[in-house]
């Protein structure tokens, strides 16, 4: 457990492009298809992700989260549908889009060897941030987790929870306005888990972030939630929660989701 500290809101990153009915997605996927081979993992998937608040994508495993995940930050070069984020297409204007996102995938990235700080301070560099203003963000970042303590420890020596809080500290670092979790709280305790959740909802609330968070954990999404339900590849729903049990005729997200993916299986 920990006790998060709150900071001022720190500013965005600027020049966030607006359409005629106001702020422009922050993600719009459209018409999006990937393969492996014949194996298709993605199958023309749209949906937008609004440009402030907690959008969750859920979807058992082989769902095509991860590729979707892969997709928008380029880890894949997509050939078939479009990628948005904020207006910047992600093909055209990859640099445009990409500072604008920040990243917790689901496999752990940090360096165990090295300390908390060192691991954010190599991350700024990569983000080319100056030394000095790293070392502000990353000081800010830590005492908004509760980790201050911890900056100097290696990483191998903190707990599963703790490296997770680590990894979203990172990849809030340069003051992305998009933050993308793929599985953030798989292998934690129910403590742990809880309070990475509450801390990033926090986000959305106090600094306008735009969150997509990728689960198969009904109990991790909120009523108040967007939900977009992918399904062996194909997007099966999108909307509040309260929406998609509307349309399926139930009263809770996971009845939503038992109807909308029973019975289906790809050929």
């Known amino acids: 457990m920990f006790e998060a500290v709150v900071l001022p809101v720190a500013p965005s990153i600027p020049a966030i492009q607006e359409s005629a009915a106001g702020a422009v997605a922050a993600l719009a996927v459209e018409d999006l298809s990937h393969s492996f081979g014949k194996r298709v993992a993605l199958d023309h998937v749209s949906f937008t992700v609004p440009p402030a608040g907690f959008t969750m994508l859920l979807g058992l495993n082989g769902a095509g989260k991860t590729t979707l995940f892969s997709l928008i930050t380029r880890l894949y070069s997509s050939r078939s549908g479009d990628i948005r984020i904020f207006g910047f297409d992600l093909r055209r204007q990859p640099t445009r889009a990409l500072e604008r996102i920040g990243v917790v995938f689901q496999q752990p990235t940090l360096d165990l060897d090295l300390t908390v700080r060192q691991n954010l301070r190599y991350h700024g ?12 963000r990353a000081r800010e970042e830590l005492a908004r987790i509760g980790l201050s303590d911890r900056a100097d420890d290696k990483v191998r020596a903190l707990s599963g929870g703790q490296r997770r809080r680590v990894e979203i500290a990172r990849a809030l670092l340069h003051r992305p306005n998009l933050l993308l979790l793929d599985e953030p709280t798989v292998g934690l305790d129910v403590d742990s888990r809880r309070h990475i959740l509450a801390h990033v909802r ?66």
Do not use: I, K, N, Y
């Open 125 to 136: 560099g990569l983000h080319g941030m100056r030394p000095s203003d790293c070392e502000a």
């Open 202 to 267: 926090a986000l959305c609330r106090e600094q306008g972030l735009a969150v997509l968070w990728a689960t198969h954990l009904m109990d991790e999404a909120a009523d108040e939630d967007s939900v977009v339900v992918l399904h062996q590849g194909r997007l099966r729903a999108s909307g509040s929660v309260r929406t998609v049990c509307a349309e399926t005729g139930t009263d809770a997200l996971p009845s939503a989701f038992a109807a909308l993916t029973a019975g289906e299986r790809r050929p």
